[in-house]
Each structure stands twice: as structure tokens, then as C-alpha cells.
């Protein structure tokens, strides 16, 4: 029996012209969404030449938007899950699909996360290890002075490390020397990391005023890389959340192990697909995003 799975992207999966690439029928979503955070997201994700797409405080929800219209499009062709799980942002989709949260907050929410986040985001740097274990990576990261530390466990052969600028370029350098691939990620902010705690603090005083309810299908975390039982407390847990790494490996591990074995990636691009298959080669992901809709 098939047992159905979404997956939704964090940033870094926006590109200019996103609202294009979506069909007639999830178009009103940008409506919808652009009306209740009072922004225009339509004309501003149809911008080709919109380089604001990449700024955090854009960024956030316009890949949150095109993920929920990317579902749309799947529940109107009789494709619904069983099961949800996010990588970073990607959980903010991941919990409106399940019921958790109403789209009305799910939007201010996740445009004020973008916000603060761009406001807290200095003297920070982010890289991507790719061709080493955890291991390595740990080691490596214990051996520089100043703050660095794997914040994305993406697959088991690409970490992403996060911190104070000098220290995340000398662990870049130490794993060039090792033959590793260490790629300086775009950001100015050390996002899951200790780094981004005052965004975190900030961001709980929004939090605490949103009612959260039970999931009404399963939900898996980044914080503990399993399926969540407990959601009790839910503006504790997404302010951990920004300050926690992301163990997305262990939610794809832990998901399959559950019994689920028909993968979508739902959102603006096939960013999560190479990680999925990377992390269980068994598996092959469909897509429902943007880019092949």
C-alpha cells in the first residue's frame, strides 16, 4: 500500500519569476497570501529580474507561498499525504498541511520569522561540506577557535557548518586541504546556530500568541530527526528550532523506516530530491514543484 509523504523546502530553493511557473489553479494562493501579509508577493515573485528574492526577508515567504500553491496544485489532482516533514522554513508548509496551523497565521508567521531573521543576521557565515561524514565534521569543527558547527545534516555526504565568519572560513580551508568540497554559502547569518538566539527570543513573543493545534497526519522534526508526538508547545519548539541544527537525514531515515515509500517534494524547486535520494538510494522522489508542474 502506498503510503504518501511531502516534503517542503527551506531557503535557497526561490527563484525570480516563481509566480510564472505556477498553474492557473494555485495562482490565488499569492492572492490570498499577499492580502493577508498586505505585499503584493504575485507581482513581486513574477519579477524575472527581482534580485530581493534572495533576501531573507523576502525570500521566507515567497518560497512559503509557492510551496502551499505547489500543494494546491497537488490535493486538485487527487494527491493528499499520509505524512509531512520541512528542511528548516520548509516545516512552516509542513505544519499548515497537517492542520497544525491556519494559513492566515502560518503567512504572518513566517513573515515575521524572515523579518527578524534578516535583522539578526550579521557577521555570521554559512558553508557547505560535501564528500566527509559526521564525524569528520564534528572533529574538524572542534578544532577551530571561535564558534563553527554543523547546523544542517542534509545527507550523509553533505553537512552544512555555520558561525562566526573567521572560524567557518578556516573550517572551510582545513577541509579543502582534506580534498573535501567546502562551499561559502550566499547568507551574512549563521542561521541554526547560538548565533541567532535574540531572533529566536524575538521571534517567541509572536509565537506564544498563535494557536497550534494537533496534527491531523503524521509530522516529522528537524529538531529531533524523528516524528513528533508532543505538541504541547509549540512557540518553544519553533524558537528552539531556529537555534537547532536540522537533521534532515534522520527524518528521511526515520520516515522510511516507518513505513512510508512514496516521496514528493512539494514547493518552488527540486532542491530536497538529491538529498532524499542521497540519503536512501531505494527511494525515488516525484516532484511537484515550480520547475515541473
Known amino acids: 500500500m502506498s503510503k504518501k509523504v511531502f516534503f517542503f523546502p527551506g531557503q535557497g530553493s ?41 533576501d531573507t526577508k523576502y525570500s521566507q515567504i515567497a518560497i512559503f507561498t509557492a510551496s502551499m500553491a505547489s500543494y494546491e496544485y497537488a490535493k486538485n489532482n487527487g494527491i493528499t499525504p499520509c505524512a ?35 535583522k539578526h543576521a550579521k557577521d555570521g557565515a554559512m558553508c557547505a561540506v560535501i564528500g566527509t561524514d559526521t564525524d569528520t565534521v564534528n572533529e574538524v569543527c572542534d578544532s577551530i577557535s571561535g564558534l563553527v558547527t554543523p547546523v544542517n545534516y542534509n545527507s550523509p555526504v553533505q553537512i552544512v557548518i555555520a558561525g562566526e565568519k573567521n572560524a567557518v572560513q578556516k573550517a572551510a580551508d582545513e577541509f579543502k586541504s582534506r580534498k573535501n568540497k567546502a562551499i561559502m554559502l550566499p547568507v551574512s547569518g549563521a542561521f541554526h546556530t547560538s548565533m541567532m538566539q535574540k531572533a529566536a527570543d524575538e521571534f517567541y513573543e509572536i509565537l506564544k500568541d498563535i494557536k497550534f493545534s494537533k496534527p491531523n497526519i503524521d509530522f516529522y522534526s528537524n529538531v529531533t530527526g524523528k516524528k513528533m508526538t508532543d505538541f504541547s508547545d509549540m512557540a ?9 541544527p536540522v537533521r534532515f537525514s534522520d527524518e528521511i531515515t526515520a520516515i522510511y523506516a516507518d513505513g512510508y515509500n512514496d516521496f514528493y517534494e512539494i514547493g518552488p524547486s527540486k532542491v530536497l530530491s538529491g538529498l532524499i535520494n542521497k540519503t536512501m538510494k531505494s527511494i525515488s522522489t516525484a516532484k511537484y514543484t515550480m520547475q515541473n508542474l
Open 14 to 54: 526561490q527563484y525570480a519569476g516563481m509566480y510564472n511557473d505556477c498553474p492557473e489553479n494555485s495562482k490565488h494562493i499569492y492572492e490570498k497570501a499577499g492580502e493577508i501579509i498586505g505585499f503584493d508577493l504575485k507581482q513581486f515573485c513574477s519579477e524575472k529580474e527581482n534580485l530581493q528574492i534572495n
Open 84 to 118: 509531512v516533514a520541512g528542511h528548516s522554513l520548509g516545516e512552516y508548509a509542513a505544519i499548515t498541511a497537517a492542520g497544525i496551523i491556519t494559513f492566515d497565521d502560518a503567512c504572518k508567521l513566517v513573515k515575521a520569522r524572515g523579518e527578524i531573521m534578516s
Open 236 to 244: 518553544g519548539y519553533f524558537a528552539k528550532h531556529m537555534v537547532s
